[in-house]
């Protein structure tokens, strides 16, 4: 089984993506589109959500999230895509009331991930 964000057996990130078993969503404005998307993994340096139609790399985004942690906004530019699976997202900005809640909910998602469930965003490919 291969998932839509395909692991490489290395990996040039500074800082681990922790999975996201439960749901949690973003809402983003991205080039005049909103949406809401489920993210799939978080970690200090950006996150990866599920959407079908991602814009294109090197566009700026706006990120709204509303957790048990309270009200997180961000500024991201987006790195990457999958066709049909979603985007990988750079934070680029922080407010510094919103950055110790972003660090606690990855710390709840990595506690949550010691009982893990099924992630929605693994995708079997053909």
Request: charged content about 20%.
């Amino acid at each position: 089984m291969a998932t839509a964000f395909a692991k490489l057996s290395y990996s040039r990130r500074m800082i681990s993506r922790a999975e996201t078993a439960e749901n949690i969503w973003v809402i983003w404005r991205c080039e005049g589109r909103h949406d809401i998307s489920r993210v799939c993994d978080l970690s200090v340096g950006g996150l990866f959500v599920s959407t079908p139609i991602p814009p294109p790399v090197g566009a700026k985004a706006r990120l709204d999230f509303l957790v048990e942690e309270g009200q997180i906004r961000a500024e991201a530019v987006v790195r990457y895509h999958i066709a049909g699976g979603g985007l990988g997202l750079k934070f680029t900005a922080i407010t510094d009331q919103d950055c110790p809640r972003l660090v606690a909910l990855i710390n709840r998602i990595r506690a949550s991930s010691r009982n893990p469930r099924p992630n929605p965003c693994v995708v079997s490919l053909p």
